[in-house]
């Protein structure tokens, strides 16, 4: 039976201010759910379904939400899961009593006889977690498979040996878990990219400027040292340093966002960063952000001294491109060269302005860092 997938929707509200963007019996009876028309199209379009096949889909699922959720409570300890099929509607509930099957074809499911069941697979899981540090390299991961019974452990392929001599070091029941060979490569999908949106504090956005080994530099008025930061697609850190006024400085360590050498060039691609050889005034300049996306003009001059509300910032490099709020902290490059992050300017991408950068290399500086 193929098991139905699940969709999660993540959205987003941003204020801005500067150039920062604030950021039973019951189970037939059961009411069907109200799902929103995006929703329902991303269905049609990722399941291959038409439009009343994704409204069925709906429905049936809502039903066999309350069904297991009626049988775990009537069975109790006997309830050993349940798997729906999206291709007939129906939900199969395995039981870890025969006892218990009555029950459950009458309440209008298939029932299964296992014999270990969801409770005891996940206690195996939960041993196997106690001692993942222990696992081989090769060892990918591991999950409850209720349809099939047993707990798979993914390897890379090759690596079989080292899940087994895991799986004995842990001390779990070998007999309920299955190792399998598996060309998957699991890395987290945050991958800390020049010019994407990151979140302070939950409340306001500004954009990645460039990524070093440990985290990724940005606009120091974007945060202040002890912020905490969110990507949009996963991954989270810190500020651990900040410097505005004065300069406008800022480094953010990162956990779970992988430091990559690419800037977004918000036309489907990235472009690739190689260094940090400082371009000459009146060179072309590319600037990526999180608002307007990719803009291009001209490095006008340097050592440009602003006054912002908040203080005076020096030695910042003047640009005839355009920003908007949100943009903040975004990349400059020239070439496949790391210029700067966005620190301020006037205007906006719809009747053109001027725009100001730190300089990245006083960054990389001031706390040692390396561009990855």
């Known amino acids: 039976m193929r098991k139905s997938p699940h969709f ?3 959205g987003g509200i941003a204020l801005s201010a500067g150039l920062i963007a604030a950021a039973t019996t019951g189970a037939a009876a059961e009411p069907a759910p109200t799902v929103a028309p995006e929703q329902l199209q991303a269905m049609q379009r990722d399941l291959g379904l038409t439009a009343s096949e994704a409204e069925q889909l709906v429905k049936d699922e809502g039903r066999a939400r309350s069904l297991e959720n009626e049988l775990r409570d009537d069975l109790g300890a006997k309830f050993g899961g349940a798997v729906f099929d999206s291709d007939t509607g129906e939900l199969t509930v395995s039981v870890t009593d025969s006892d218990a099957v009555e029950t459950v074809e009458d309440a209008g499911a298939e029932a299964e006889v296992v014999t270990y069941g969801q409770d005891t697979l996940d206690e195996i899981v939960g041993d196997l977690n106690s001692s993942a540090k222990e696992a081989g390299s090769g060892v990918t991961g591991w999950y409850s498979d209720v349809e099939a019974d047993t707990v798979v452990m993914t390897v890379e392929k090759g690596a079989a040996a080292a899940g087994k001599e895991f799986l004995a070091d842990a001390g779990v029941d070998k007999g309920a878990v299955k190792v399998k060979q598996s060309a998957e490569n699991p890395k987290t999908y945050a991958d800390i990219v020049g010019g994407n949106a990151f979140y302070i504090n939950g409340t306001s956005r ?3 400027g460039f990524a070093v080994t440990t985290g990724f530099v ?14 949009a697609g996963g991954g989270s850190g810190s500020f651990s340093g900040s410097v505005f006024p004065g300069r406008d400085m800022g480094y953010v360590t990162t956990s779970g966002w992988n430091p990559t050498s690419q800037v977004n060039n918000y036309s489907g691609g990235t472009v690739s960063v190689n260094g940090s050889s400082r371009a000459p005034v009146g060179s ?9 996306g990719w803009h291009c003009g001209t490095i006008q001059a340097r050592n440009q001294t602003v006054r912002y509300p908040q203080g005076v910032v020096y030695g910042l490099t003047r640009t005839n491109v355009c920003a908007e709020p949100g943009d903040s902290g975004g990349s400059w490059v020239s070439g496949d060269q790391a210029q700067g992050v ?5 205007g906006n991408c719809s ?3 001027t725009t100001y950068y730190q300089e990245v290399n006083p960054i990389l500086d001031r706390w040692g860092l390396t561009l990855a």
């Open 8 to 10: 999660m929707a993540l």
């Open 206 to 208: 500004c954009s990645i």
């Open 218 to 231: 940005t606009a120091g008025h974007c945060g202040s040292p002890g912020d905490s930061v969110s990507g």
């Open 284 to 292: 072309s300049i590319c600037r990526s952000g999180s608002t307007t």
């Open 342 to 346: 966005t620190s301020g300017g006037s």
């Open 351 to 353: 009747s053109g302005g």
